[in-house]
């Protein structure tokens, strides 16, 4: 050995050393322990022949391009000419060329900008359609225009899976309509801690209803698992996000350290992961939590060994946004590690450049085997090749008659009647439809906050009911309602005389976030004034029927007791008519629809604390899990993960 080459090696072992000494104890994970899974329908022997055969012909410098996603507020598609990336995503709020309300036209102009440029004839360049990603996480929401459905929590609530299953469908659709190829969702978290800032994200804190519905969102958006071209059929690819424990993290931080035993992420945060890749997930993105302080982009033992050993996972990982840059000793443009611990696509919406440059060196120096690199790449290529990305026609592409249609619309609404759920209720619902009713409150007629984050923006906080000419505020969706009975709208200005409301619909909660700025330490919410509403409207004799807009459930017990009905609408989206679907009966006083929803998360009753152990939140008199009134009678608890029907449990006392 040279001299250079000794003192290398001597640092080398020095750097193991004091690497073993510094870091806390390397959790140990047993991939034998956890749940066996098989990706349906991804490998088959002609496509990994063909795989093979473009394999050969790929330089390093494209194989190295096919593992990097840029984000295209940092990309133009001439810049893929010099750069082969294989991807692009367009990040919440991206828009086209920064234009967050771009028209369905537009996007699809953008996409295939973008996809001409990765299919051209070059010297030294093997076509490789671009795939294009986005975050259509309620529906197409960062399209200006599009169906916003109810947040994941919304549907929960709705224990229906077929319903998840049909709003893929829809929401792929409308994707394919744009000429988008994959979806970054379903989000799969199984969120332990209402101050989490993504709970409404999250369908459950029953992994049984998470893993029920993974296997229905995945099935929505991709299409039976053995269908091939997906693309053609308007469909697109899934993401199982974000593996893993994202839901676990300690006080409910975003991106956060999950403390829990390997036993607990098998129980209760990976179930849903092994429904998405049986039914043929495509993509799994991993997440920036950590588990006992070890970042899950750095965790090999969690992508390599049980992802894609143990659960037969055949598609591929990609990272979250410039996830790989907080791994120990990596940047945003540099990260061998992550590669190397199973991250097979690298999200590097500004650092791309730069990255593409250091992994080709870390190719070429052997800091990243060659042979990882083609198993990434084999596993891009199966992705793409799946979705019929290489086909020419795209039959979807530009039809506008499905984007935002009539039929999404109704089903945004039977979604939005489904989610609801009723707390509390003295007999003042359902309101007969020839009231007079006071709608009120900071919600009433705001779309953007019905819609909460992820909506056209990345928080949804920069919204206005002109943003969404297909939706309806719950005002209006009340009015309407009411016209159609020979009921109105009243102002409360007039109590004495024939304005005097019959009842009041008061409508509030949180305001719009998204990710960490959504975190109880720094949330927004904030009802006082309403409280005070509230109380002023009971002094005044008139009937109080609140209608909570929330990410999660949240500590409400004065508004629940000032209130004569309490109803947890969620995140509903832009359809609001859905609410009055419930709230309002016909002029005889029959109810139109029945609530339906219950509890997907327990709703507490006392303080959640801002830190420290949600055991300190008393539990006396918390509304359970599968908790929902109804008004055909009965209180009742579902038993956590059940499908049966809550008509079916009858008989308990009737609310009025
Ligand atoms: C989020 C992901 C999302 C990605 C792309 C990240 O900040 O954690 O859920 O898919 O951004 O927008
Ligand atoms: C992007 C989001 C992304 C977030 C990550 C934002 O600037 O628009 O898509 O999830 O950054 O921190």
Known sequence: ????????????????????????????????????AHSRGLVDERTEARISALLVQLSVAEKVGQVIQADVAHITPDDLRRYPLGSVLAGGGAGVNGNKRASAAQWLQMAREFRAVSLEGRPDHVPIPVMFGIDAVHGHNNVAGAVIYPHNIGLGAAHDAELVRRIGAATAEEMSVTGIDWDFAPAL?????????????GYSQDPALVSRYAAAAVEGLQGAAELDGKQQSGHVAATAKHYLGDGAT??????????????????????????????????????????????????????????????????????DWNGHGQLPGCSNEHCAAAFNAGIDMFMAPDGWRALYGHTLEDVRSGAIPLSRLDDAVRRILRVKFRLGLFAAQRPYEGRAAL??????????????????????????????????VLVTGPGADNIGMQCGGWTISWQGD?????????????????????????????????????????????VYGEKPYAEMFGDLQLALYNVGMTLEQLRKLRRQ????????????????????????????????????????????ADAAGRPRHDFSGSLSFEWPNGAVPVRGPLSAVPAAGKYPLGFGLSYAGSGYARPAGSTASPKSAAGAAATR
């Open 1 to 36: 050995m040279s001299v250079r080459g000794s003192i290398c090696a001597a640092l080398l072992a020095c750097a193991c050393i004091a690497s073993r000494a510094a870091a806390p104890a390397a959790p140990v994970i047993h991939p034998g322990s956890w749940p066996a």
């Open 189 to 201: 978290p199984v969120p332990q801690d209402p101050r989490w800032g993504r709970t409404y994200e």
């Open 250 to 319: 300690q006080d409910g931080v975003d991106q956060g350290d999950s403390r829990v035993s390997e036993a607990e992420l098998i129980r209760t945060h990976a179930r849903g992961y092994v429904a998405a890749i049986d039914a043929g997930v495509l993509t799994v993105m991993a997440s920036y939590s950590s588990w006992q302080g070890q970042k899950a982009h750095g965790n090999q033992a969690l992508l390599t060994g049980v992802l894609k050993g143990r659960m037969g996972f055949e598609g591929f990982v990609v990272g």
């Open 403 to 436: 984007f935002a249609s009539a039929a999404h619309r109704a089903l945004a609404r039977e979604a939005v009647r489904k989610s609801l759920v009723l707390l509390k209720n003295d007999g003042v619902l359902p309101i007969r439809a020839n009231a007079r």
């Open 462 to 506: 920069d919204t206005s009911n002109a943003d969404f000419p297909q939706g309806e505020s719950i005002q209006a969706g009340l009015e309407a309602a009411l016209a159609a009975g020979g009921g109105r709208l009243v102002d409360g200005h007039d109590l004495g005389g024939n304005d005097r409301p019959d009842v009041a619909v008061v």
């Open 541 to 584: 004799g008139i009937p109080v029927v609140t209608v909570f807009l929330s990410g999660r459930p949240l500590w409400a017990r004065p508004e629940l007791d000032s209130s004569n009905a309490f109803v947890a609408a969620w995140l509903p989206g832009t359809e609001g008519g859905g609410i009055a679907d419930v709230l309002v």
